[in-house]
């Protein structure tokens, strides 16, 4: 297997391809006040589906599930089918960076825990274009807790120079355009319940099958790494559920 083969095999199979829960998706998806009641939303980066099954049973409305790779698409799939949703599921295998939707086409895009793979700015420009004007867009986001974060936590995230402050994510917002709605800070348990006490029990399962395997190995240390940052540092950084109107 390649290196990626092992990386969908911790991250991929988890509950949640990032933090958050549920409760935080509705609590999100309740700033929103004038959304049709039968709303059409784009969900990009839709991962393994859980906040896709959850938007479809907050509305009577579609959600277009987007995402790269086949196997979150069949599990989303899988996810809709066993809530008794997935006849106003539709699914869409694609790059975001090749969204190229007919403008207006949605009242409400939603994003947990992806917008940065086509940068916060970038990716909010990119995607206005697609929101119905007074449609809504809500996404999770990486943010600075603290102005002075240790090394380990620099170099965590030195990959994403897009993480920031809660304020300077809310002058991007009004730079692009938008009308801000409501932001909150996401909880240490969004972190930890769904997505990193998974990841240990996944990596614990994987240890002995892969000991021989470098690029296995590699894969399995960058997830403790991560998990291990996080632990010592929940009062740095976390993510922020930033929900804004067209």
Known sequence: ?????????????????????????????????????????????????MQTVELLRITTGTVVALDLFPDMIARVKAKAASAGVSDRLKTLELDMNEMDFPGASFDVIWSEGAIYFLGFEGGLRKIREFVKPGGYVAVSEAVWLRSDPPPEVIEFWKDYPEIDTVANKLVVIDRIGYEPVGHFVFPPGAWTEQYYDPMEKRIAEKEAEWKDSPDAVAVLEEARSEIATFRRNPDCF???FFVMRK
Request: hydrophobic content about 35%; overall charge negative; charged content about 25%.
């Open 1 to 49: 297997m390649e290196r990626m083969d092992y990386f969908l095999q911790i991250y991929g199979t988890l509950p949640r391809a990032g933090p958050g829960s549920d409760e935080l998706t509705r609590k999100a998806f309740e700033m929103m006040s004038h959304v049709p009641e039968s709303p059409r939303v784009l969900d990009i980066g839709c991962g393994p589906g």
């Open 238 to 240: 976390s993510y922020a």
